[in-house]
């Protein structure tokens, strides 16, 4: 059945540095979706990317879908403390639902 | 408040017992889904709703949990004779309807703690 993994499982970093998390699947995707989960929340709507290369921007944070619609990257600019929290891809898996990947948690340490 | 809202937020019960979960989806919303957490994983699918009829449910979901969306607007999910293994955190999103079925943002509600003792 459809699987996404993600990489990493964790991430530590320092306040300033940069971060980037990667989805990878083994079937071709329609399309894919980020959600933010911070510490003790619930999963938060950050984008979705339709186009084969598509990369989208919001502030800080930079969004790539690969040219074989078969990956997914969210990069991180200059990480600040606020940025803590799991950040998990999710990809289409039928007709109804979307399959969530396992998650990067990212740290930051100030 | 016209977020996703879920009852009771914490709910802590002995193994065997009955439990049952409240989603109030957004008003204009059509399609709901129930999902289920553990600690260090990602959201797993477990049931959705498209108005009233229940239109998948997971294979991975037990006889023991049933789900129901009456008149199409709030959902019910209940955990009959729960184990421990039940312990998690059971999130409902909700869509808005829209023409493509998968092309629109989930919203999450604030999930529903299940601690089975």
């Not at chain 1, 995707?29 to 186009?51: A, E, M, T």
């Not at chain 1, 930079?62 to 997914?72: H, L, M, P, V």
């Not at chain 2, 008003?27 to 498209?50: A, D, I, K, M, V």
Request: with cysteine; glycine share 8%; net charge positive.
């Amino acid at each position: 059945g459809q699987q996404v993994m993600q990489i990493p499982q964790y991430q530590h970093v320092q306040e300033g540095e940069d971060f980037t998390t990667y989805c990878n699947s083994s079937t071709t995707l329609s399309n894919i979706q980020w959600y933010k989960q911070r510490p003790g929340g619930h999963p938060v709507f950050l984008i979705q990317l339709v186009k084969s290369g598509e990369v989208k921007k919001q502030k800080r944070l930079t969004f790539q879908f690969g040219e074989a619609k078969k990956n997914s990257s969210l990069h991180i600019t200059a990480t600040q403390t606020t940025d803590v929290g799991t950040y998990f891809c999710a990809s289409p898996g039928g007709t109804y639902k979307y399959i969530f990947g396992t998650g990067t948690r990212l740290k930051v340490l100030a | 408040d016209t977020g996703v809202s879920q009852n009771p937020r914490h709910k802590i019960t002995k193994r065997g017992q009955n439990v049952t979960f409240r989603c109030d989806p957004i008003s204009e919303h059509n399609r709901l889904y129930w999902y289920r957490q553990t600690l260090g994983q990602g959201p797993e699918f477990l049931t959705y709703f498209q108005n009233e009829a229940q239109l998948e449910k997971s294979r991975l979901l037990s006889d023991r949990f049933s789900a129901e969306r009456p008149k199409g607007s709030f959902s019910t999910l209940e955990i009959q004779r729960t184990e421990q293994g039940d312990s998690a955190m059971y999130l409902c999103a909700s869509r808005p309807s829209g023409a493509q079925l998968l092309n629109t943002e989930a919203f999450f509600g604030q999930g529903t703690r299940l601690t089975v003792v």
